[in-house]
């Protein structure tokens, strides 16, 4: 004897959309940074990016190890953070010798849009250990002030 089973297409979606977001992250290899927009191509690499924010700055740690200083760049262009760079081959190996390859290679961009509370003036990128560090002190109105509240003092009855 067969049984009935109810038909639900809305699970079957939500089902179907949850493969779909495992697999675009697993092909992309991250998620969204919401807040931050990001513009990542599909067949481009970009490395990791931790993005840190308090009340005095905005920084964001860029993983870069194997890339020479002269060939990162930074830039700011109306309140959009783009880090460019690119990973070269050695020039003693050759492509076809390798048995295995887990390292992208190649250029990479990574673009963020900047909350307005950044001074794009004041910004500072260092470069150290492989990791690229670039500090985004926020504006001093966009600083969060201390108010000192009064309290009415009464007089006593003598």
Not at 91 to 97: A, L, P, R
Not at 132 to 142: G, N, S, Y
């Amino acid at each position: 004897m067969k049984s009935l089973v109810r038909w639900q297409p809305f699970q079957e979606l939500s089902t179907l959309q949850r493969q779909m977001n495992r697999l675009f992250e697993s092909f992309a290899g991250r998620t969204s940074l919401l807040p931050f927009e990001e513009e990542l191509g599909a067949w481009e690499f970009g490395p990791p990016v931790d993005i840190i924010e308090d009340d005095q700055k905005l920084q964001f740690k860029v993983e870069v190890p194997g890339i020479e200083e002269k060939d990162i760049h930074v830039e700011v262009e109306n309140n959009v953070l783009t880090v460019r760079g690119e990973r070269k081959l050695e020039k003693d190996i050759k492509e076809e010798n390798f048995r295995r390859m887990e390292r992208h290679y190649g250029a990479f961009a990574r673009s963020f849009t900047l909350p307005p509370s950044v001074d794009a003036e004041k910004i500072e990128a260092n470069y150290n250990n492989g990791i690229l560090a670039i500090q985004m002190p926020k504006r001093a109105e966009a600083k969060p002030k201390q108010i000192k509240v009064n309290v009415a003092k009464t007089l006593k009855a003598a």
